[in-house]
């Protein structure tokens, strides 16, 4: 991270009913308005089918299509049945199946389409029958009669009118849940609005068979790219008055929205995780339903005009805690207290998972390495970096090998040159800072909401003076996540060196205030020192630097703080002292030669100057 010293509304649910269209058969919302005791609740894998091109097939060629349809849903009856699912309606063209786990719905797709695609290539193209499959994981309600109802049919439904004729598409709860338990890998087509569901879906195509260098790897993409998931269970509302569940519930979804600003771990779909409302579930059975490696749980207790939340981070795989943190506010402004506490949570959570992550690969056996591990194990040695730069480098190198679209291991890479300026170990910074434009405008293409790209865009930028873009990059970063310190971070440096030295300040409090525990922290400190150094507050500034000397005492660059400031504060022998060894490690003889080592055209340049000077610097 640059520091200065170098340059460098719910509607009735519709039961189930005859009719040629899937979509308009199962297009409801909601599950408040069934009630009654014929019902219960319960979390399935819905699969829906619906043929493509119907009415064409029929108008060409009526007794043919009928008997292709008769085959087709004899294949549909047999894989489904195979894989411990249940036939809900073949009305029409459709098909509707039900499942108790996600891998058997999976499976029975997979195997549908392979008979049906297979068995059609005797047939004239113009003539053949595709079908359309969605799958989802979600809650249905399902009556006595065998009739289901729900969210989590209408979803299944959209996501098949997704497909491709021929192919299946299914919702993230579903990829995360089978993943690395089928022989297929998955294309993400990113959010898709469904109509009647208030929060998007992410939707993945499933691909059957890799191709390519894939391929030769003898794994497939799915395995590639295992990023471990998170699950976000309803708050619990322990308060006993259940008008509050409002704020618990807006809580858990605040959260599970957050989080997925952050895009390093995939966050199973609220429609999924709700599913557990009002039940008291065992976490580790919930991670293995949900397909999830970790999960959130809380509860809310309000009282008055106070509240008091409690979080927890859950392997999902041993049950144990990771983190866990209380907080207790006063509501005089609900939203307000919110926004804050979902920002501290996510926070603190994000990376306690990076370090569950990093902990749970390097412990494990390395004959066969994923893209996932070796980005993993690359962020394991970002901390002595500059002992491992080579090695570092390479294991987001060989990450990138084997899964080129992987943007986190693309800005992992940038970063690495970003250090290099830092530390002054690049031989061509401006061939570092080209590679770091490269790898930014690479991962645009990709994915142009990931707010890391902005981050290595605000470096880039400031490296080569450019700060008005490094603002701009930097603004961009925090509002794709506002709960990352990453992003603050690197506004905060972009603002202090253009000139926004009091903006600048405001961003480095809110690293503190968002993780004032984490390692890290001595640079959020460093970085309140140059946004009060750029308000020519140096006491205060005198003070946050401690911080950093106390955690970093042989840094450089906050030498060169304590020689600027000793100076400014006029403490002429402690001055001197501190001005000769900083000197010394720089080699420093002018003015000119400390400008250009500086970041180009800061605002803090003379300031820093005048202390040097006040020091003792005759330059």
Request: hydrophobic share 40%.
């Amino acid at each position: 991270m640059p520091i200065a010293g170098h340059r460098p509304a719910a509607v009735s649910v519709r039961p189930l009913i005859a009719g040629s269209n899937i979509l308009e058969r199962y297009d409801g919302e909601g599950l408040a308005k069934v009630s009654g005791s014929d019902h219960r609740k319960r979390l399935v894998a819905i699969l829906a089918a619906d043929a493509a091109g119907y009415s064409r097939l029929m108008a060409s060629d009526e007794s043919a299509t009928v008997a292709a349809l008769d085959a087709a849903r004899a294949i549909f009856r047999t894989h489904i049945e195979a894989n411990q699912g249940r036939v809900i309606d073949m009305a029409g063209d459709s098909v509707l199946a039900v499942f108790e786990l996600a891998t058997g719905a999976v499976t029975a797709a997979l195997a549908i389409q392979q008979e049906l695609n297979s068995g059609s290539s005797v047939v004239p193209a113009d003539k053949r029958m595709h079908f359309r499959i969605g799958v989802h994981l979600g809650e249905i309600i399902e009556k006595a009669d065998g009739t289901v109802y729900g969210d989590g049919v209408n979803i299944a439904a959209r996501l098949e009118s997704l497909a491709e004729p021929g192919g299946t598409t299914v919702s993230d709860s579903v990829r995360n849940a089978v993943k690395g338990k089928v022989s297929a890998g998955f294309e993400d087509q990113g959010e898709q609005t469904v109509k009647n569901i208030a929060e998007p879906v992410r939707a993945y195509r499933i691909i059957q068979e890799p191709v390519g260098e894939l391929t030769d790897l003898h794994e497939s993409p799915e395995l590639l790219h295992h990023k471990p998931s998170v699950a976000v269970l309803p708050f619990t509302n322990i308060g006993g008055d259940p008008e509050q569940d409002y704020f618990s519930d807006g809580l858990s979804e605040e959260i599970i929205t957050a989080l997925a600003a952050w895009r390093s771990f995939p966050v199973i779909a609220r429609n999924s995780t709700f599913a557990y409302k009002g039940v008291s579930p065992d976490v580790r059975k919930v991670a293995k339903d949900l397909g999830a490696d970790y999960v959130l749980e809380g509860s809310v207790r309000k009282g008055g005009t106070r509240a008091r939340i409690t979080a927890q981070l859950i392997d999902g795989t041993t049950g144990n805690h990771l983190w866990a943190e209380r907080y207790d506010r006063d509501l005089n402004d609900i939203f307000a207290v919110q926004d804050e506490i979902t920002a501290s949570i996510v926070a603190a959570i994000e990376p306690t998972l990076s370090e569950a992550e990093i902990r749970r690969v390097t412990q494990r056996r390395t004959e066969s390495f994923s893209s996932w591990d070796f980005y993993v194990r690359g962020l394991a040695n970002m901390r002595p970096y500059t002992k491992r730069r080579d090695e570092t480098k390479q294991l987001f190198e060989r990450a990138l090998e084997r899964d080129p679209v992987f943007v986190d291991a693309m800005m992992a890479l940038a970063l690495c040159h970003s250090a290099d300026i830092y530390t002054v170990q690049s031989s061509d910074v401006d061939a570092s800072i080209a590679t770091m434009l490269q790898l930014a405008n690479r991962a645009l293409a990709i994915d142009g909401r990931n707010f890391r790209i902005y981050c290595v865009l605000s470096l880039a930028h400031f490296w080569r003076g450019e700060l008005k873009e490094s603002v701009e990059a930097g603004r961009k970063a925090v509002a794709l996540n506002p709960s990352s310190v990453e992003a603050y971070e690197a506004l905060a440096a972009a603002l202090t060196h253009f000139g926004l030295a009091e903006e600048a300040e405001g961003c480095a409090r809110t690293c503190l205030k968002l993780s004032p525990i984490d390692p890290r922290s001595h640079r959020f400190h460093l970085q309140l020192v140059q946004a009060l150094v750029g308000q020519r507050r140096f006491e205060e500034a005198y003070v946050e630097l401690d911080h950093v000397l106390a955690a970093r005492p042989n840094d450089v660059v906050a030498l060169g703080f304590r020689t600027v400031l000793l100076g400014h504060l006029d403490k002429k022998d402690e001055a001197r002292k501190s001005l000769d060894e900083y000197l010394s490690r720089r080699q420093l003889s002018s003015a000119d030669q400390y400008r250009q080592l500086f970041v180009r055209n800061s605002a803090l340049t003379e300031i820093n100057l005048e202390g040097l000077r006040a020091a003792g610097w005759n330059v």
